[in-house]
């Protein structure tokens, strides 16, 4: 079974500082994990994704995450948040070996950016 | 606009009704997947379809059905509605199955269902 943990139900940062959204994993192989953004009223977007390689990911709207195995850990990070950063974000992982391509979603963080 | 379409955007109704919910994937895209989002349990995995073949399976109810044509557009039936089942629908879609490759799903605005 493959699951996902965001620890934090809402994350509160000022502009201009550093964001960082919290997300655990657990799968039975090698994950695939990726990191969704879902505005009011909208649909999910699509961030990054993790599949192999460096541990260091970057993706949409200066947005990155890194990796940690032994941590079970694919924390989403952006160096300076805007306002238009608030919005709903979720953390996603697949498990490699699994059937089909079923993404298992975390309970999502609310991002508050304050001016 | 993520080219992945969905009708309708609202839906009303009452108890014991039966609905159906349309996707329409974007251009090129084989899968199409059915998620249900809700205030208390989250983004919630339904079905996935392959080019017209079931591919995955997730916590979907026995009232609620989906095919993918063979135009590969999708349906969502939701039969005997039940208050609780007043929720965001969720259809996206991908280039692939799944197996090897980490096929990132593009979502549409999803289907509001309310169950009266």
């Known amino acids: 079974a493959q699951s996902v943990a965001q620890p934090e139900d809402q994350v509160n940062v000022a502009e201009g500082n550093p964001l960082t959204v919290k997300c655990t994993y657990s799968?039975?192989?090698?994950?695939?994990l990726f990191w969704y953004v879902q505005y009011p009223n909208r649909g999910l977007q699509f961030l990054l994704k993790?599949?192999?390689?460096?541990?260091l990911v970057k993706g949409s709207y200066g947005f990155e995450a890194e990796f940690n195995k032994s941590q079970t850990s694919f924390h989403l990070k952006k160096p300076s948040a805007l306002v238009s950063d608030s919005a709903l974000y979720f953390c996603a992982v697949r498990d490699v070996g699994a059937a089909g391509n079923k993404l298992t979603f975390g309970g999502g963080t609310r991002v508050l950016v304050k001016p | 606009d993520s080219g992945v379409t969905q009708t309708p955007k609202h839906l009303i109704t009452a108890t014991g009704q039966r609905v159906t919910l349309r996707c329409s994937p974007r251009s090129g895209d084989l899968s199409v997947y059915w998620y249900q989002q809700s205030l208390d349990q989250g983004l919630q995995f339904l079905i996935q379809?392959?080019?017209?073949?079931?591919?995955a399976k997730g916590n979907i109810l026995e009232r609620f059905s989906a095919q993918q044509f063979p135009d590969l557009h999708s349906e969502l039936n939701l039969s005997s509605l039940e208050l609780g089942d007043s929720a965001l629908y969720f259809c996206?879609?991908?280039?692939?199955?799944?197996?090897?490759?980490?096929?990132?799903?593009?979502f549409g605005a999803g289907s509001r269902l309310t169950v009266l």
């Open positions: 799968v039975s192989g090698n994950p695939y």
């Open positions: 996206a879609s991908s280039v692939g199955q799944g197996g090897s490759g980490a096929n990132v799903l593009t």
């Open positions: 379809y392959y080019n017209g073949e079931e591919r």
């Open positions: 993790y599949i192999t390689g460096d541990n």
